[in-house]
């Protein structure tokens, strides 16, 4: 897998190069288009299981992590394939290095990978699940290797731990960590952040690496609801 982002602003696409028979595995609704050379291929999102069990998977990884129930792979038909892909939301995209190092997942940082990159979803404990805004009582856990891509609403910032001081970061702003770290989810301050502002964070401990977005989708629908016309009905 080549690639490239077509601009460095806020809204670039990525320009995938495959040779033929090379698969990429791309969110649901992330193709912009491609040059004729791709053949896609919507599946469940259950990681190759087929039958009920497979639609009870992907149901399961849906309803836990907010992952489309459908994921699609797009295959190389020749050796200059090409096609684009784009998230959701304005910001930043980012390649993870998946083998040596595994990583966890916030909802919706998944963009795309190579078809050598899998991942699971591992069990939280049960304050995490209560508390946390990260896939309920799992998160994605990546396994395989290979290169997969992320996106973050916008800027991305990375911050090494090296074990000596735990990191506290706000949990809508955490995109992806180090599957190394330990983590819990807490309170801010007060009662649920009452007296600071502040609502839930993760405290990550041990040596390895998270990855902060600069932004929060949530307060930005915060900021828009107030103008959006809303029906009496």
Do not use: C
């Not at 491609?34 to 992907?58: V, Y």
């Not at 919706?108 to 190579?114: C, H, K, M, N, V």
């Not at 600071?196 to 690496?209: A, H, Q, R, W, Y």
């Amino acid at each position: 897998m080549q690639y490239r982002l077509t601009s460095q602003s806020v809204f670039p696409l990525v320009e995938v190069t495959l040779a033929k028979g090379e698969a990429l595995q791309l969110e649901s609704g992330a193709m912009v288009y491609h040059n004729g050379q791709i053949s896609l291929e919507g599946h469940m999102n259950a990681n190759g299981k087929k039958g009920i069990g497979g639609a009870l998977r992907a149901l399961g990884r849906s309803v836990t992590s907010g992952e489309s129930f459908f994921i699609t792979t797009a295959t190389g038909l020749a050796d200059d394939a090409l096609i684009a892909i784009a998230p959701g939301t304005p910001g930043t995209i980012r390649e993870l290095a998946i083998g040596s190092e595994q990583w966890r997942l916030n909802t919706g940082a998944y963009l795309a990978a190579e078809s050598s990159v899998q991942y699971e979803m591992v069990r939280q404990s049960i304050s995490g699940a209560l508390l946390g805004g990260t896939g309920g009582l799992f998160v994605m856990e990546t396994k395989g290797s290979g290169r997969m891509l992320i996106s973050g609403y916008g800027d991305i910032v990375e911050v090494t731990l090296d074990g000596n001081q735990p990191l506290v970061v706000d949990n809508h702003h955490v995109l992806a960590w180090s599957a190394s770290l330990d983590y819990q989810i807490q309170v801010a301050s007060g009662t649920f952040g009452f007296k600071t502002g502040e609502g839930l964070v993760n405290s990550f401990s041990g040596k390895g690496t998270v990855l902060i977005q600069s932004r929060n989708v949530e307060a930005l629908a915060g900021l828009l609801d107030p103008y959006i016309t809303k029906s009496s009905n």
